[in-house]
């Protein structure tokens, strides 16, 4: 990779809409998001500059995964104490867009002088994933000038929770995320042809290494029961990598691998990434992990196993089991075993899956953002922006 500008040097002042996208990123989540997020954008207005900004002083990102990920490399490293004050007041982007607020930047938000100041760009904040707590993320994006939410259903609740926020300023709600969009049917034949069986796995859960065992003892079931086809572990990541991640992973499945007797040969870890995966995936099978979403976007068989030893001390299995409770896909294990998959049920996968123009409706809410009206209010001599809607 390339050398890379620490931050941008002038503050050479662009036209608001001639000006890039940033979308920030610091692990695999985010990364992953930002990649998403940028394929939506371009599908809107294919000739508009993205710009990847690496959040570096947060970063829980390796070496292999950066170049498997993003192998450009990234076009700006932020970090420093003023980075995203620089950012916000630079007068370089129109929008900033991320799935995760970091604490610098809502601190900046946070202050009157900037959130007000003409010409910043307008800040979105998306959900991180499958949220199964979501309060505490949404109260931290209050102060973002557009929030993008799922499912559908979830909107009324976060305005009701918004009208007791006293410094909610400016802002608009909708409804989506680039991982969430409708799925798109795969061609029969084509889901035919193919022999690949995924298990994605997630860092936290299984819990225990009894539970992760018994999923590995099942996915060798299936290997052994369907010798023409090659069921694989689909890791997050390799058992070295993410020691500064949110979610750190106790027992390796490779470690685990090596303990289960007499695996079959048809019985393969992966590290590929997770597009490479969906491209021959006839079924995708996990247990609480937004990889469920991803097998359901691109159209392929899923199964969400959540019925595996211990699961009564995992504490993502009930949220898990409460979000797809109308989803028809929650697999108890002889279904599993015997590769009986349902197909989604359409009403949930209405109120979960975004409509594919994500793009262009972010776009619209960064340029409505730039033609809100406000006036600034003084009490007692302290001056307050009013934003109007």
């Known amino acids: 990779m390339s050398a890379l500008p620490a931050q941008p040097a002038g503050p050479a002042q662009v036209p608001f809409e001639a000006r890039p996208v940033l979308l920030l990123f610091c692990d695999d989540s985010t990364l992953f998001f930002a990649r998403r997020m940028r394929d939506c954008l371009h599908a809107a207005d294919p000739d508009l500059q993205v710009h990847m900004g690496w959040v570096a002083e947060e970063n829980a990102l390796s070496y292999r995964q950066m170049e498997q990920l993003l192998p450009e490399g990234p076009d700006l490293a932020i970090h420093g104490e003023t980075a995203f004050e620089e950012l916000l007041l630079g007068g370089r982007y129109r929008a900033i867009l991320t799935s995760r607020v970091y604490g610098a930047l809502g601190a900046q938000l946070r202050r009157v002088e900037v959130s007000a100041a003409a010409g910043r760009p307008c800040v979105i904040a998306f959900l991180g994933g499958l949220d199964f707590f979501p309060e505490n993320g949404y109260f931290r994006r209050r102060n973002c000038d557009g929030v993008y939410l799922f499912p559908a259903s979830e909107i009324p609740v976060y305005e009701r929770r918004a009208a007791t926020w006293g410094d909610r300023m400016w802002q608009e709600v909708g409804f989506g995320h680039p991982t969430f969009l409708a799925p798109e049917a795969l061609p029969p034949e084509d889901l035919a042809a193919r022999r690949d069986i995924y298990f994605f796995t997630q860092a936290l859960s299984p819990t225990t290494r009894r539970g992760r065992m018994h999923m590995l003892a099942a996915m060798a079931a299936i290997a052994r029961a369907n010798p023409d086809r090659t069921v694989w572990i689909k890791l997050r990541h390799l058992p070295h990598e993410n020691q500064k991640h949110l979610h750190l992973e106790k027992y390796d499945y490779p470690g685990l691998l090596k303990a289960l007797p007499d695996a079959p040969d048809n019985l393969k870890l992966t590290a590929c990434t997770m597009d490479e995966a969906l491209k021959t995936a006839a079924l995708g099978i996990t247990c609480t992990s937004t990889a469920a979403i991803d097998v359901i976007r691109a159209g392929a068989p899923c199964m969400v196993h959540l019925d595996f030893v211990d699961n009564y001390v995992d504490p993502l299995v009930e949220p898990m089991r409460k979000l797809f409770a109308k989803s028809g896909l929650i697999t108890p294990l002889e279904d599993m075993l015997n590769l009986r998959a349902a197909a ?31 006036q600034v209010e003084v009490f007692g001599g302290a001056k307050k922006a009013a934003f109007i809607a």
Not at 354 to 371: E, K, Q, S, Y
Request: with cysteine.
């Open 344 to 374: 989604p049920n359409p009403e949930w996968v209405a109120d979960m899956f975004c409509p594919r123009d994500l793009g262009a409706r972010v776009l619209d809410t960064v340029t409505r953002f730039n033609d809100r009206a406000f």
